[in-house]
């Protein structure tokens, strides 16, 4: 059965559905209240009229400094790898086209490839492969 409300002498019907809804609506925010209440602490400020203001209180994990924490171990593969080096290529013929270059990353082997890196590469700038040669790294 239909529930009535009278606004202004006239009746406004509230179809079942609605109150479900609302109802379904109010449990949801209760739930939320628990939960934020839970999560965050119920210390709360009276600030009159029946409003409060909740302290909301951050839980953080205790910090660990490097000399409690165990001694890394150190790898023997580590020491190979100082030969290699990250290098930037950038495209050489969108500048004089007044495109944008575009670039790319890679790492390079110092002893295989003592100099300047040239590779094939996609711009997507003018939609097609063209030369990339490795930059000067500025620091």
Avoid: W
């Amino acid at each position: 059965m239909a529930e009535y409300h009278t606004i202004a002498d006239s009746r406004v019907e509230r179809p079942q559905s609605m109150l479900r809804f609302s109802l379904a609506a109010n449990v949801l925010l209760g739930l939320l209240v628990c939960f934020a209440l839970f999560f965050y602490g119920s210390d709360s400020q009276e600030l009159g009229h029946g409003l409060t203001r909740g302290a909301i209180t951050s839980r953080v994990a205790p910090t660990i400094s490097r000399s409690q924490m165990a001694p890394r171990s150190t790898s023997v593969q580590a020491s190979k790898k100082g030969d290699r080096l990250m290098v930037t290529l950038e495209c050489t013929e969108a500048r004089p086209a007044g495109k944008i270059a575009s670039r790319y990353t890679t790492v390079k082997n110092r002893k295989n490839t003592p100099d300047r890196m040239e590779m094939m590469k996609y711009n997507k700038f003018l939609r097609r492969h063209t030369l990339h040669r490795e930059i000067k790294k500025s620091k």
